[in-house]
């Protein structure tokens, strides 16, 4: 089967957008928890999350087009503060229900059956379910003309992580973390690695 742009154009709205969602293939998914200036606890799912850079720790999310309410964007923006938490799998219901809209007086926690938890003094809530997770702190704001989306850079201040998980080298085994990884919009997965291969050097 061969598609052509004029193809993907010519689809139905929902369509397309699995369609273009799953043709990446994996993506990371992670609840990001924040909090308003005045106390109220939001968690949203999102699939945008990408490494930046090392040095600083940075790391990028892609806010959708702001055509309604935002409570994420809103308290990050308010407040400049937001944790990322990795999913297992037993949480997967849960995590995924934090997509609905809710408005902004409910919190997606309490909804979702989820627990906040408030580690180092850090403003926005972790999910205290999450075995993997990290505060951050925004940087950067970026509204991409192309399609109305928004680029938040964010700069990596604190990580919690079990020590089984870390290895000598500084690689973090995502797979003995048991973290769920997902494709298009509502597909969940778990992993199984194929190999760990050394730094790759010239043949020739």
């Known amino acids: ?16 957008a699995n369609f273009i969602n799953s043709l990446g293939g994996f993506k990371s998914v992670v609840l990001v928890g924040t909090r308003s200036k005045s106390g109220l606890e939001n968690l949203s799912i999102f699939s945008s999350l990408f490494h930046l850079g090392a040095n600083p720790a940075l790391c990028g999310v ?57 580690l180092f ?16 702190e925004l940087r950067e704001k970026h509204p991409l003309a192309i399609n109305g989306t928004i680029l938040l850079i964010g700069e990596i201040m604190q990580v919690v992580i079990p020590e089984n998980c870390l290895q000598e080298s500084g690689f973090i ?28 050097k010239p043949k020739f």
């Open 1 to 16: 089967m061969n598609i052509q742009k004029q193809d993907i154009l010519n689809m139905e709205t929902r369509y397309r």
């Open 62 to 118: 892609i806010v959708r087009p702001d055509v309604s309410e935002r409570h994420t964007l809103e308290n990050i923006e308010e407040t400049g503060c937001y944790t990322l938490n990795q999913i297992l799998p037993e949480f997967v219901d849960a995590a995924h229900h934090c997509s609905a809209r809710y408005p902004r007086e409910v919190s997606e926690f309490e909804a979702s059956g989820l627990t906040p938890e408030y």
């Open 121 to 136: 003094d850090f403003q926005a809530p972790f999910v205290k379910e999450s075995h993997l997770k990290f505060s951050v």
């Open 173 to 200: 085994d995502l797979e003995q973390a048991r973290t769920v990884t997902c494709s298009g919009l509502d597909s969940y997965h778990t992993t199984q690695k194929l190999v760990q291969l050394p730094y790759a």
